[in-house]
């Protein structure tokens, strides 16, 4: 019997496999974290790719830095002081230093939940703000060659020097996070972050995909418009562990990290499997099933047509959109939410109900979260209610030679076909 640790809200869950059933484990290399993460930030700062030296930006009025929200696992307490220092250090008072929390169409954080994102000494000392998509004094920088209007955070666009942080780590249709991501869609209108999400169904839009990828390099080409200066990104590990740090021009930081990451995330699979067991990656992965549908695009990847698999979400902010859950309502089938989604053109918060009936229409989705068995169910998929016995009723139903996959870590593991 073959024991399985899979993360799971702020825990984990375990599961049980008989060896007949020759289990695989499906997930990223486990590198060790960086010695000391802060002197990493700090390296990275005094060895900036592409020839970029924050120094040469001491005479401009003010800085402002673009951060990710509650639902991305950055460590900003350890990205920001060594920056904060360094800032200050080329003569940028506190007060001219600006955070602003990228939020892309997610709702914007309340003051009250700062903290969950920053140390206390951060929000005392530098001024914070949250994007919201829908601000009628967003900057228009026109539209890219797609034609996708660029609408952009004011307060970011007044700064004389503007920075983005974030991880560099696999994502499911944007390729790869990271980089000018931050700002180019977290601090974007809506209408930017609907056109070009609209490029989803391109078959090019998919996890490992960078410098094919339609949508992703949009994401780029905003990111100049913008005219992104500076990038501090990271690399973790595993466990949420700081492995590796790069700072600099934002097109050498993303060429720098998707290479370590592809050497970390990427795995070589031989065969597609009948029951594959995912977990998005616990907090803040599963936050909500927004976020965690992402673990489902990738665990699809490796599992056969009429394949099941068990998804591990907790979930305890439900489905995460209210525009999915709206486009969900009177849905009877998989089908009719691909047809309803291709009627109605693209949206973001509906494009969730397309990603997972994309999936769900083709293997059976079963779902182990905190969510109400009705709300689950809501959104046609089938509710987890005991995982021991879900797990056994799916083994029960194979043939014993059959083989299963693991995915602990899901959302950042990039699998590939060997055929």
């Known amino acids: 019997?073959?024991?399985?640790?899979?993360?799971?809200?702020?825990?984990?869950?375990?599961?049980s496999i008989p060896d007949s059933f020759h289990p695989d484990l499906i997930a990223p290399l486990d590198v060790p974290a960086a010695p000391d993460p802060l002197e990493e930030v700090t390296h990275a700062l005094m060895n900036?790719?592409?020839g970029i030296d924050l120094s040469?930006?001491?005479g401009s009025h003010s800085v402002a830095i673009a951060i990710n929200d509650k639902t991305r696992p950055v460590p900003h307490h350890i990205l920001l002081p060594p920056l904060l220092r360094k800032l200050e250090e080329i003569g940028f008072p506190p007060a001219s230093i600006s955070l602003i929390i990228a939020t892309g169409t997610h709702?914007?954080?309340?003051?009250?939940e700062f903290s969950k994102i920053l140390p206390s000494e951060i929000i005392g000392r530098y001024p914070v703000f949250s994007h919201d998509t829908d601000a009628v004094d967003l900057v228009d920088l026109g539209v890219t060659s797609r034609g996708t209007p660029v609408l952009v955070n004011r307060r970011f666009m007044q700064a004389g020097l503007r920075i983005v942080l974030g991880n560099i780590e696999p994502h499911h249709f944007m390729g790869f996070s990271g980089?000018?991501?931050?700002?180019?869609?977290?601090?974007?209108?809506?209408a930017t972050i609907n056109q070009n999400h609209a490029l989803l169904p391109h078959p090019l839009a998919k996890t490992g995909h960078y410098a094919d990828n339609p949508m992703r390099q949009e994401v780029e080409e905003i990111g100049k418009r913008i005219g992104i200066h500076f990038a501090l990104n990271a690399v973790l590990n595993n466990n949420k562990e700081v492995v590796r740090v790069i700072a600099g021009d934002?097109?050498?930081?993303?060429?720098?990290?998707i290479k370590l990451v592809r050497s970390i995330c990427q795995v070589s699979v031989k065969h597609a499997y009948d029951l594959v067991i995912a977990s998005a990656g616990g907090h803040p992965k599963d936050i909500n099933l927004y976020q965690s549908q992402k673990a489902l695009t990738h665990a699809a990847l490796l599992t056969k047509d009429k394949g099941t698999v068990i998804l591990l979400a907790a979930c305890p902010e439900g489905p995460g959109s209210k525009g999915y859950e709206k486009f969900m309502e009177g849905v009877t089938s998989f089908s009719e939410v691909l047809a309803r989604f291709k009627t109605q053109g693209f949206e973001v918060g509906p494009h969730k109900a397309f990603l997972v009936a994309r999936d769900a229409s083709r293997v059976n989705v079963h779902l182990f979260s905190s969510m109400p068995t009705w709300q689950v169910q809501k959104l046609l998929l089938a509710p987890v209610i005991n995982l021991d016995q879900a797990v056994q009723q799916a083994l029960n139903e194979l043939p014993s030679s059959t083989r299963v996959a693991i995915m602990p870590i899901a959302t950042?593991?990039?699998?590939v076909m060997e055929s």
């Open 412 to 415: 950042i593991t990039i699998p």
């Open 1 to 15: 019997m073959s024991i399985f640790i899979l993360p799971y809200g702020t825990g984990h869950e375990e599961i």
């Open 56 to 58: 040469r930006f001491s």
């Open 107 to 112: 709702l914007p954080m309340p003051q009250s």
């Open 48 to 50: 900036p790719l592409g």
């Open 250 to 257: 934002p097109v050498a930081v993303m060429e720098a990290g």
């Open 179 to 190: 980089g000018v991501k931050t700002a180019a869609i977290g601090l974007a209108g809506r």
